[in-house]
């Protein structure tokens, strides 16, 4: 298996695409705030799974890139949450983010539990 293959990548980076694209309707004025923090947050969750795969012969160092994922994931959550208080988006964009939001959570959360699955060497 590869990165790519990966659920969670691959459902990870379209909902980073899809913040993207989102966030080039945001007011220029929060280029350096909101639009930038979305997009880190929501790019870092594949990253950090990205990270934790390559990392998968030491299940200890796997989790702990999974975990930062997860934090990531929840980030952008609250970043959407803002984005929706400002009226920068609509509350069906804003529904549609939060649950691809969710699932992504939910395989990460699938792969912290369930190391062996995805290539960990346990002891």
Known sequence: MKLEDLLAYQKGFDLAMDIFYKTKEFPKEEIYSLTNQIR?????????????????????????????????????????????????????AYEDFMQKSKEVGKLINYMINNPGKFGCKMK
């Open 40 to 92: 880190r947050s929501s790019r870092s969750v594949c990253a950090n799974i990205s990270e934790a795969y390559r990392k998968r012969l030491y299940p200890r160092h796997f989790v702990s890139k999974l975990t930062d994922s997860d934090a990531e994931n929840s980030e952008t959550q609250t970043w959407l949450r803002f984005a929706l208080a400002c009226k920068y988006m609509k509350e069906d």
